[in-house]
């Protein structure tokens, strides 16, 4: 089975910095995407960064230009680095793997998978 384990949320001040990590483990071929959801209180879901395993990014505006999305394909883990944090950053981080080529059951098979969320709250 193919699991990720999000780490690094918390509490930090309106203007500070926090960096996010999501590894993968599990019998994994290979990664397609890999990217960072997240979702506030009454929200949907929605898109912070993905990144492809070639290193092609893709940000939601609100965060462009303040965070960073990475990856090091050598240890199935995602990063996000969040800079110049605001309020309205507050919401439950989730990490996202998609088109995960990974042996299941005994079976090569695709699929997508979600870290169990970290509480990112930015908050004075």
């Known amino acids: 089975q193919v699991q990720l384990v999000e780490s690094g949320g918390g509490l930090v001040q309106p203007g500070g910095s926090l960096r996010l990590s999501c590894a993968a483990s599990g019998s994994i071929v290979s990664i397609n995407d890999m990217g960072w959801y997240r979702q506030a209180p009454g929200n949907q879901r929605e898109l912070v960064a993905v990144?492809?395993?070639?290193?092609?990014?893709n940000y939601a505006d609100s965060v462009k230009g303040r965070f960073t999305i990475s990856r090091d394909n050598a240890k199935n883990t995602v990063y996000l680095q969040m800079n110049s944090l605001k309020p309205e950053d507050t919401a439950v981080y989730y990490c996202?793997?998609?088109?995960?080529?990974?042996?299941?059951?005994?079976?090569?098979?695709?699929?997508?998978?979600w870290g169990q969320g970290t509480q990112v709250t930015v908050s004075s």
């Open positions: 996202n793997a998609a088109r995960v080529f990974a042996v299941v059951r005994g079976r090569l098979s695709w699929d997508d998978y």
């Open positions: 990144i492809t395993n070639g290193g092609s990014t």
